[in-house]
């Protein structure tokens, strides 16, 4: 009954690395999203997609870039990874205006680099 | 602009007790609100919405949670606090189903034996 899948639970990259985080929803969903958590700072928004090939800027997107060539996928991207990138980082996806809406989750990517 | 605040940012109740989690919204139009429940090392799970029906919402694992336009609020309640009820709970909200939804920080809450 999986829904949203990141394609990774753990990950270690070294400092300077170009990293891919991929999620994969099977919903048809048109939106998603990659936040990142953290402590004490609650969840960030990174970047967002409402369709194929548009991407949106969050609240955080720096050091970041996103890819979204088909529907039910969407890549963030750590051009050269840092170590302050470490955390988890959450996927999601959403439908609007169907009546079940809201955000469907992946089981999230804790990266760590060192 | 919407926006949320979380009462308490760490919640400790005993095991049998009534489970309150305060969460407080602001909102220029109708909101759209929700819960939702991450536990350790896991993404977020939807726990309830309120989207414009019943004001008192039931959601899953015995949660429910009340929409108070008077007050803004949407708490979140359990009459029996479980061991596995404890995890991180995040109240959200949205103006729309067009709008991003906005999170709040979070509540931790702690079941004591």
């Known amino acids: 009954d999986v829904k949203v899948t990141q394609s990774s639970r753990y990950l270690v990259k070294r400092t300077g690395e170009k990293v891919f985080l991929e999620c994969v929803q099977d919903m048809d969903h048109e939106n998603m999203f990659w936040y990142r958590q953290d402590p004490g700072l609650g969840l960030r928004l990174i970047y967002f997609s409402y369709d194929v090939k548009m991407k949106e800027k969050g609240d955080i997107p720096e050091g970041y870039s996103v890819s979204r060539e088909k529907k039910e996928r969407f890549s963030l991207i750590l051009e050269s990874a840092s170590t302050n990138q470490t955390s988890m980082y959450l996927c999601?996806?959403?439908?609007?205006?169907?009546?079940?809406?809201?955000?469907?989750f992946g089981s999230g990517t804790r990266l760590t680099v060192v | 602009a919407q926006s949320v605040t979380q009462l308490g940012s760490h919640v400790s109740v005993s095991e049998g007790a009534l489970v309150l989690l305060r969460c407080n919204y602001s909102?220029?139009?109708?909101?759209?609100l929700f819960w939702y429940v991450q536990y350790p090392n896991q993404g977020l799970q939807l726990l309830l919405k309120y989207t414009s029906a019943a004001t008192l919402v039931k959601g899953i694992n015995g949660f429910e949670a009340e929409f108070k336009k008077s007050e803004t609020s949407f708490h979140l309640t359990k009459p029996s606090a479980h061991m596995s009820d404890a995890a991180e709970y995040f109240c959200a909200v949205s103006g729309t189903s067009y709008d991003k939804v906005i999170f709040g920080p979070g509540t931790s809450l702690s079941v004591i034996p």
């Open positions: 909102s220029s139009v109708p909101p759209y």
């Open positions: 999601a996806s959403s439908s609007p205006p169907r009546e079940d809406y809201g955000y469907t």
